[in-house]
């Protein structure tokens, strides 16, 4: 960052503040939380100032209006004030009341020299930047302060505010300070970070494997834009398995009586390998070279969840150390996704949902995505919603306690019932179903996630002996389970979506289970009218592509999780950020 005269620096990155004038300053909640979601965590909040400079906005807005200006962390380019506008614009309207604002949103940026507001009023001294936007600078810094123009706002030339802005300007400069004191590899690194959040095309892979542990799933994927604006083109998926020594290493990991601190350590590194070789393996297939790749988004592989519903600590743990990814890709690698939400008192869990409100949202159609992997989760995106409408939740048990026990009742001949055909020849057993149907998990409300804690092994080895004492014979027994399954489902729509659903959309190794898609499209057509249930055409690669474009808004700056759906007390950005400088600059 190079330095002129009058302490002014350069404008490579400039910070983002933005001030809300509103009459309801108690009804601000939803409006940050949805500006947060767009330009990242907050760094610098005024208290409410009155606003008594004009009476301009009183007619539209009411009377006593205050305003508060806030400043986030994240630094822009300053191209990207237009958009930010556009933004600010389409958030006024959506939360108008009989075509009248109450929030009035001024977004605008600040550097060492200036302060600039964006507007969608044309006058001589503003520039035009696009889609009707313009910019003006309001204020200049000069000798040890700022300073109003002749055309500056009343208001912005009081001291309280002067005060603001030169709180907000030292809180830039300490940015980039702290910028201009990395070394120069990390320096460009930061860089190429800042050339993410431009809209031309990046290329990302996205890694992940499910609480299956059958392989992992990577996706190259073309990205676009950010945000709202998000294209994300498939290019090539493949499935790459687990070497069946490490799978059962993995599973032995799972039981804690089996699970040793130095085994773990072992693992969490050869898991990074397996996710390491399924990147270079995708791209191989695509006949794409791995330099091109921008960054790669890792799930890693889930060991243990403990929600806030469970007994002990709220944590959670995914191993595939991104350290070996980077290193042996030399690519970066956006990783860990969960725990920034359970910090905040969040489940951690689902975090896909705002992926699929990016991609999935309609103006005409109510959507529920419904991804049946180990275990079942939904996201249900009602018709013209918002992100705080989107519910989501994990229903129950998936594919695992099916795989489960056919691996039991086979002796490990069959590690997975294919197509469903063992379960196709059996009868749903009453008996065993009503005791299935007890487990505590069903009844409680969302927030909530689950794991292998609760349907694993132990609960499939538990399920195997109640049919033994039932004389439910195996294929009975995966009848059981497999309905048990679907049940879940559609138990937990009555329960707890209160909307229409037009369509059912499903993803997931269970998407190919035939008598479980059966089961599911029967029990659906049965309880709601209307409703079609349809196989996600990218089924296979939905959560890994996911994670790649989870990747790109951590880059960028953006929270990705939805504290409606996983119970955290705010917004917050997800993912931990492993560089590999000397290697792309």
Not at 66 to 87: H, T
Not at 164 to 182: A, D, M, P, V, W
Not at 239 to 266: A, G, K, M, W
Not at 348 to 356: L, Q, R
Request: aromatic content about 8%.
């Amino acid at each position: 960052m190079s330095v002129a005269t009058d302490n002014v620096v350069s404008e490579q990155w400039v910070k983002p503040i933005l001030g809300l004038l509103t009459s309801v300053p108690d009804q601000t909640e939803s409006v940050y939380a949805e500006i947060i979601a767009e330009l990242g965590p907050v760094d610098f909040q005024t208290d409410w100032i009155p606003f008594e400079s004009t009476t301009y906005y009183q007619e539209e807005m009411g009377s006593k209006l205050q305003r508060q200006f806030i400043s986030f962390s994240n630094l822009i380019d300053p191209s990207q004030l237009a958009d930010i506008k556009c933004v600010t614009n389409r958030l006024e309207k959506h939360f108008s009341q009989n075509n009248k604002r109450i929030f009035n949103l001024d977004p605008g940026y600040l550097t060492s020299a200036k302060l600039v507001l964006a507007t969608t009023k044309n006058f001589a001294h503003r520039i035009y930047l696009h889609s009707g936007i313009f910019a003006e600078i309001t204020l200049t810094y000069r000798g040890r302060g700022f300073h109003a123009l002749e055309w500056t706002y009343p208001d912005y030339r009081t001291p309280v505010y002067l005060q603001i802005f030169e709180k907000i300007r030292q809180k830039y400069l300490n940015q980039l300070s702290q910028i201009s004191s990395l070394d120069s590899a990390n320096h460009n690194y930061s860089n190429r970070r800042l050339n993410l959040t431009e809209n031309t095309p990046k290329y990302a892979i996205g890694l992940m494997s499910g609480t299956s542990a059958d392989g992992v799933d990577a996706a190259l994927v073309s990205i676009k834009g950010n945000g709202k604006s998000t294209q994300a083109e498939l290019i090539c998926s493949v499935c790459y398995p687990y070497p069946l020594e490490l799978r059962q290493r993995i599973f032995n990991l799972f039981q804690t009586e089996q699970s040793h601190v130095d085994e773990l350590c072992q693992v969490n590194f050869l898991v990074g390998q397996i996710f390491a070789e399924a990147a270079t393996r995708v791209v191989e297939i695509a006949n794409f070279d791995l330099k091109n790749i921008d960054f790669i988004g890792s799930h890693g592989q889930t060991i243990y969840h403990l929600p806030p519903t469970e007994i002990g600590t709220p944590s959670t743990l995914q191993i595939g150390e991104s350290a070996v990814i980077a290193n042996q890709t030399n690519r970066p690698v956006v990783s860990d996704f969960r725990v920034a939400d359970i910090a905040l008192g969040g489940h951690g869990a689902p975090v896909v949902p705002y992926v699929d409100f990016l991609i999935h949202h309609q103006d005409e159609k109510s959507v529920a995505l419904q991804n049946i992997g180990g275990i079942s989760n939904v996201t249900f995106i009602p018709k013209n919603a918002r992100p705080e409408d989107i519910i989501a939740f994990d229903s129950g048990p998936g594919n695992m306690i099916i795989d489960a026990t056919i691996e039991i009742v086979t002796n490990g001949q069959k590690k997975y019932d294919e197509d469903g055909v063992m379960a196709a020849q059996g009868q749903v057993n009453k008996g065993l179903l009503d005791i299935l149907s007890k487990h505590p998990y069903l009844k409680l409300p969302p927030p909530k996630s689950t794991g292998r804690e609760s349907f694993g092994w132990a609960f499939a080895q538990k399920t195997v002996e109640n049919a033994k004492k039932l004389g439910v014979s195996d294929c009975d027994l995966l009848a059981t389970v497999t309905f048990f399954t679907t049940q879940t489902i559609v138990n937990h729509y009555q329960d707890h979506i209160p909307f229409v659903i037009d369509e059912i959309r499903v993803s997931g190794g269970g998407a190919h289970n035939r008598t479980l898609m059966k089961n599911l499209s029967t029990l659906a057509e049965a309880t709601f009218k209307s409703v079609s249930v349809i196989v996600d055409e990218q089924s296979d690669a939905k959560e890994a592509i996911a994670f790649a474009i989870l990747a790109n808004e951590t880059l960028v700056g953006h929270c990705t999780n939805l504290p409606n759906v996983t119970g955290s007390i705010r917004p917050t950005i997800l993912g931990k950020i492993t560089p590999v400088p000397h290697k792309i600059l």
